[in-house]
């Protein structure tokens, strides 16, 4: 395990199309679907990284509490599941039937959406305004494996309040997200 931060990019780029399935049900879901209106959470994700699976039951409860104030969650995997069979699709849809997610878990198998959104780590969370514009790429709160802060996605929480009170999202204060390195394919 890779502890890895988001990638650092400049603020305000448009996120990247794509073209998924999603595992829980089969069908392939575009993101010019999923990101009508807005705000967007995108979150690079996985089964079995240590740092998604301690927030993972309080981002499922986020995500169906602030997609009923508008907001689009989507969540997406992108590991090789070649050497990391705990993130196959039919694990994935195993995952997301228990923990009811209410939202898409989508299976990036060529693994070009995470490399068009520059997703270094899981989880790794990018927002988007209405415009899709990328306004957060950081944290989902201060909590890690073993350390003793809550769990509450105050970061995020707090992002997405600016944005449904029609507010800016400042540059400033945003705190990379921490976690396992993406399992890239062998070249």
Not at 72 to 95: C, E, H, R, T, W
């Amino acid at each position: 395990m890779a502890r890895t931060p988001t990638t650092s990019i400049p603020l305000g780029f448009e996120a990247p199309a794509f073209a998924l399935p999603d595992a829980v049900t089969g069908t392939v879901k575009h993101s010019v679907d999923l990101m009508v209106g807005g705000p967007i959470v995108v979150v690079f994700m996985c089964n079995h990284c240590p740092f998604v699976v301690h927030i993972l039951p309080e981002f499922v409860a986020f995500a169906g509490e602030y997609m009923t104030r508008g907001v689009k969650v989507v969540a997406i995997s992108s590991n090789d599941v070649d050497g990391y069979p705990m993130d196959s699709p039919d694990l994935m849809k195993a995952l997301a039937e228990e923990l009811n997610f209410g939202f898409p878990y989508l299976y990036d198998e060529s693994q070009e959406v995470a490399r068009a959104y520059e997703a270094a780590c899981t989880p790794d969370f990018s927002v988007f305004d209405a415009d899709r514009k990328c306004v957060y790429r950081g944290q989902f709160d201060g909590a890690r494996p073993g350390n003793d802060a809550p769990v509450t996605g105050a970061d995020i929480r707090r992002v997405l309040d600016q944005l449904l009170a029609g507010e800016a999202v400042p540059e400033e204060g945003q705190i990379p997200s921490l976690g396992c390195n993406i399992k890239w394919k062998p070249e």
